[in-house]
């Protein structure tokens, strides 16, 4: 304890201790002396409060919420990933995910919708999503990096991609099935 300091007094250190540590918000600095959680130095030798959250850490595995993505769009969370239109939504659902890219290409980036051309049909971007899982690792400037991974793998999390399309809707899926067509005999 310092010297100038009552162990009774509400103004002092020692209170803001106790309730810290009751809170489980109290942090240890590298001199060993316990710290309340809002201090932003040790109270006795002055060094600065260590990066104690595992999340801010690079390398670790996390699961987002919403202040590591861009938006919350009908329920999903949404970020932009890369610079040419591609995005993620959390979730394997593509029609949540469809509703929630729409929301936020139209909101954030401007666009008349999630295919930024008024004149197609949202249906036509659902062939340009892919649902699967992935694993978030924090990067050392705080972001993410996203890497695709199994259902089973440790910090995986459902994830839908938009890959932005750079032309029509690919030929497998441009025809459209009326019911009238004759299959070939053999």
Known sequence: MALDEEPTSTATYWPSLAASQAAGTFWRCRCGEMNPGDYDT??????????LQ?????????TPTATDM????AGVLVASIGEDGDAIALTHAKNRALEALDGYFREICGQPNLLDDATRP????????DSGY????????????LTPAGEDTRGAVPVTWFRHPAGPVPSPYARHHTGQEQLPTL
Do not use: I, K
């Open 42 to 51: 040790c109270h006795f030798c002055q060094h600065p409060q260590p990066d």
């Open 54 to 62: 595992p999340s801010v850490r690079a390398g670790t595995v996390f």
């Open 70 to 73: 861009e938006g919350e769009y």
């Open 122 to 129: 949202l249906s036509d971007a659902y062939y340009f999503l």
């Open 134 to 145: 992935g694993v978030f690792t924090r990067r050392g400037d705080g972001g993410w990096h």
